[in-house]
């Protein structure tokens, strides 16, 4: 339970607070389980402070300072994190359904299973943050920061993800199902097993990604920058990819039946064991392509 003498101090205002914390750096706020939702707490300086299970839904945090927080299984519903400072932060299960984060600074946070349904983070700095198994289905996430953040098992399902940079970000078995994700930079981005089925990735950057084994049946890849991305064993089929660049891909016994690849630059792009049945090729130059074994258009298998 919280301190009650650090909950009254709280009551006396932001100033008498930061007055206060001043006076005894060392202290730390002890404010579990507080009842604070609805709360006014703009610019607070809750720096280190134990936050675990408190109750802070809809409460305004607007710019607080909440570096190093405790606030694993907070409740922050609807929150107000505008431009908040949650760097390295222990949100281990937090719930933060349809709270605004927008420019929140998160970076090396600890997000495990917490829950980001419906969230705003348009423009946050998530880099190098733990998010394994959170659930970020329907967020808004454009133009924020992901890159080196550890995303394995991931919830995105059709989460909003223009222009977010993951590069060399772990999506291993993460699940971004129809998620949008436009002239992303996923660079060097491990995506081993997962799931991008109908996903959006027009432009996308993918340059030396992992893609292995990897869903992306109906995916959107047109003018995407797959050059030397690793798409062994990877589902393909129905997939957009008009215009991308695949040369030096690995693609050997990916699946890309009815894939649209016309004007894609193949250059030494390795189909080895392939199945390209049904894929359309025009204005493609296969010429220094590797097609051994491969399943062709027309359905004869090549030499």
Same mark, same amino acid.
């Given at each position: 339970?919280?301190?009650?003498?650090?909950?009254?101090?709280?009551?006396?205002?932001?100033?008498?607070?930061?007055?206060?914390?001043?006076?005894?750096?060392?202290?730390?706020?002890?404010?579990?389980?507080?009842?604070?939702?609805?709360?006014?707490?703009?610019?607070?300086?809750?720096?280190?402070?134990?936050?675990?299970?408190?109750?802070?839904?809809?409460?305004?945090?607007?710019?607080?300072?909440?570096?190093?927080?405790?606030?694993?299984?907070?409740?922050?519903?609807?929150?107000?994190?505008?431009?908040?400072?949650?760097?390295?932060?222990?949100?281990?299960?937090?719930?933060?359904?349809?709270?605004?984060?927008?420019?929140?600074?998160?970076?090396?946070?600890?997000?495990? #299973?917490?829950?980001?349904?419906?969230?705003?983070?348009?423009?946050?700095?998530?880099?190098?943050?733990?998010?394994?198994?959170?659930?970020?289905?329907?967020?808004?996430?454009?133009?924020?920061?992901?890159?080196?953040?550890?995303?394995?098992?991931?919830?995105?399902?059709?989460?909003?993800?223009?222009?977010?940079?993951?590069?060399?970000?772990?999506?291993?078995?993460?699940?971004?199902?129809?998620?949008?994700?436009?002239?992303?930079?996923?660079?060097?981005?491990?995506?081993?097993?997962?799931?991008?089925?109908?996903?959006?990735?027009? #432009?996308?950057?993918?340059?030396?990604?992992?893609?292995?084994?990897?869903?992306?049946?109906?995916?959107?890849?047109?003018?995407?920058?797959?050059?030397?991305?690793?798409?062994?064993?990877?589902?393909?089929?129905?997939?957009?990819?008009?215009?991308?660049?695949?040369?030096?891909?690995?693609?050997?016994?990916?699946?890309?039946?009815?894939?649209?690849?016309?004007?894609?630059?193949?250059?030494?792009?390795?189909?080895?064991?392939?199945?390209?049945?049904?894929?359309?090729?025009?204005?493609?130059?296969?010429?220094?392509?590797?097609?051994?074994?491969?399943?062709?258009?027309?359905?004869?298998?090549?030499?």
């Amino acid at each position: 339970m919280a301190n009650e003498e650090h909950l009254s101090r709280l009551k006396w205002g932001n100033g008498a607070w930061r007055e206060w914390r001043a006076q005894d750096p060392q202290v730390v706020p002890d404010l579990r389980r507080a009842d604070l939702r609805n709360a006014d707490l703009e610019s607070i300086n809750f720096s280190g402070a134990d936050l675990e299970q408190a109750y802070l839904l809809a409460a305004c945090l607007v710019k607080a300072n909440l570096r190093q927080a405790k606030l694993c299984k907070a409740n922050l519903y609807e929150a107000d994190l505008t431009h908040a400072d949650l760097t390295e932060a222990e949100m281990v299960n937090a719930h933060l359904i349809g709270a605004t984060l927008t420019g929140a600074e998160l970076r090396g946070a600890n997000l495990r #299973g917490a829950d980001l349904r419906e969230a705003i983070l348009i423009h946050a700095d998530l880099s190098l943050a733990d998010l394994i198994g959170t659930d970020l289905r329907h967020a808004n996430l454009t133009q924020a920061d992901l890159s080196d953040a550890n995303l394995t098992r991931t919830e995105f399902d059709r989460a909003r993800l223009m222009a977010v940079n993951f590069s060399g970000a772990n999506l291993s078995r993460a699940n971004l199902h129809q998620a949008e994700l436009m002239e992303v930079n996923l660079s060097r981005a491990s995506l081993y097993k997962t799931i991008l089925v109908h996903a959006k990735l027009v #432009g996308a950057i993918l340059f030396a990604a992992t893609l292995i084994e990897a869903n992306l049946s109906g995916a959107d890849l047109s003018w995407a920058n797959l050059s030397r991305a690793n798409l062994s064993g990877a589902k393909l089929d129905r997939a957009k990819l008009r215009g991308a660049n695949l040369s030096r891909a690995d693609l050997r016994h990916a699946n890309l039946q009815g894939a649209n690849l016309q004007g894609a630059n193949l250059h030494r792009a390795n189909f080895a064991g392939a199945n390209l049945q049904n894929a359309d090729l025009f204005n493609t130059d296969l010429s220094t392509a590797n097609l051994q074994n491969a399943i062709m258009p027309d359905n004869v298998l090549h030499p």
